[in-house]
């Protein structure tokens, strides 16, 4: 289990089996993005909180700030400070993808994978979501990846099962059959 999972599962579990546990799920999520988000948008606040030139009581103190401002809420304000402590705050990004798959496995879904030439619409990505739901009988999510390469069409990788549709795969598979008739002809 790598150490962004471990991070992830603890973070989850932390939550407990309370009747209230969706909704501090939903907060937990919603912090993890707006922070990830956050070191995104801004290089030297994600420099800054990554690094060692602040210390790990001046990091504490910005994510008071940010608490303050409600943007991360108090719940998420303990596992900051084990991130700082441990200087782990540079797999923020790890960490969140990990609670969503942990999250989403054990509310009986999955996560898959599109990789697509161009980004999808909301409308088609919902979708693939409805048909790959149906085909697998749980509820899929999809991370989505665009890739030039591909050239067009789609690949959706989902439990290790990987469905390929691009273009690239298919210009690949003539090319190969292609190869194969001219090998045969001149034997």
Known sequence: MSVAKNYAQALYESVGSAADSKGKLDQLEKDLQQLVQAFA????????????VISPQEKTGVFKALQEKNLISAAFQPFLGLLTRKGRLN??????????????????????????????????????????????????????????????????????????????????????????SISKMTN
């Open 41 to 52: 948008v801004s290089r030297d606040l994600r420099l800054a909180m990554e690094g060692s």
């Open 91 to 180: 797999q923020l990004s790890e960490i969140q993808d990990q609670f969503a798959s942990i999250r989403l496995e054990k509310e009986g879904g999955v996560l898959g994978e599109v990789v697509s030439a161009e980004t999808l619409s909301s409308e088609d990505l919902q979708g693939l979501q409805k048909t790959f739901s149906g085909k697998l009988g749980k509820q899929v999510v999809f991370k989505t990846q665009v890739d030039p390469g591909v050239l067009g069409g789609i690949k959706v990788l989902i439990q290790g099962v990987t469905y390929d549709g691009t273009l690239r795969t298919q210009l690949d598979k003539v090319r190969e059959n292609c190869f194969q």
